[in-house]
């Protein structure tokens, strides 16, 4: 049976707020300073309508069985769209903070009109509001709700959006087939690559089908390969550096696990290929046999020119619209 999963990927998605109090957008303005990323609302109608605009049809759960077999005709290893492609990838909207006192319409009432919308929606509180959101969240129209008055409101808010915005992406990935990628989806895998993220300021990362490799970016667009091979993959990759004559110092230092090749743009070795890279490769802990690398890349090295976070942040600062609408 042909083990089907879910690719790792993460972009920055947007935010909406709406509150008719300008005071308190200016206060969130300030916490949440991505202003490429912050859409801040005082009218539920030009809210509706951005949202209306924003919205992505695309979900990972809307592929068929029909799909799968003309992937299978022409020999594919991936279901779905390359999100690297989508340019207005960072326009998504992946959450809505509403406040429940408004005087056109309460945030429950606008949260229940885009019920239908997939985002997670966030219902802020004062004085009053309370017994409704409790009533709202059993009805399973708000995800969340959070009192303005609490201290610790704003790390709080952070701390959803963040889980929105990882939640968004979840469900954008693609879907590898024949096992192909099936070691990037496994927790010990997530576990070193969530380090690497940290470290190294990633601000999104996407597994590329043809390379079975998470392509990232960091803050400032610059580029990286995460690797992560099991036993399976090692033995495929040296299966096929033998298969293609490839050198013999390579095929060794594969074998005894001294090198971890990077054959980008390419999956594996491929014959001719000369000045191939390598990295050290590091044990994933707790798998035994499962190593991983991350090199960096010039931009050259690319082959093609994404539109990345830090490209669309200078795209949105060249022309900034107006902070509330």
């Known amino acids: 049976m042909t083990r089907i999963v879910r690719q790792p990927v993460f972009y920055p998605a947007s935010v909406v707020f709406l509150d008719d109090s300008t005071d308190f957008l200016h206060a969130l303005r300030g916490i949440f300073s991505e202003r490429h990323l912050t859409r801040f609302f005082t009218k539920p109608c030009a809210a509706l309508r951005f949202i209306s605009s924003r919205r992505q049809a695309a979900s990972a759960g809307g592929i068929s069985g029909s799909d799968y077999k003309e992937l299978e005709r022409k020999g594919g290893n991936a279901l779905g769209r390359d999100l690297l492609t989508n340019d207005s990838r960072f326009e998504e909207v992946a959450a809505v903070v509403v406040d429940y006192e408004m005087p056109e319409m309460d945030g429950v009432e606008f949260l229940a009109s885009i019920k239908d919308v997939p985002c997670t929606k966030i219902l802020l509180t004062g004085k009053a509001g309370e017994a409704e959101a409790v009533d709202a969240f059993n009805a399973g129209l708000i995800d969340f709700y959070l009192k303005k008055s609490d201290a610790d409101m704003a790390r709080k808010l952070a701390a959803v959006l963040a889980d929105a915005n990882q939640r968004h ?29 940290d470290r190294e300021r990633i601000a999104e990362y996407y597994w590329r089908s043809e390379q079975d490799v998470v392509l990232m970016f960091d803050c400032a667009g610059n580029p990286s390969i995460f690797v992560a091979w099991n036993e399976s993959d090692w033995t495929f990759q040296c299966e096929v550096a033998a298969d293609a004559s490839g050198p013999s110092e390579l095929r060794t230092a594969m074998a005894a696990r001294r090198i971890m090749p990077l054959f980008w743009p390419f999956q594996t070795y491929r014959p001719g290929m000369t000045n191939i890279r390598s990295a050290l490769p590091l044990p994933i802990p707790r798998w035994l046999g499962a190593f991983y690398s991350w090199t960096r890349l010039d931009s050259l090295e690319l082959g093609f020119d994404p539109v990345t976070s830090a490209r669309s942040r200078q795209i949105f600062f060249a022309s900034e619209p107006s902070i509330f609408i």
Not at 175 to 180: A, E, L, S
């Open 169 to 197: 992406c979840a469900e954008r990935g693609q879907i590898g087939v024949h096992d192909v990628g099936s070691t990037y989806c496994d927790p010990r895998t997530v576990a070193v690559m969530n380090e690497i993220v």
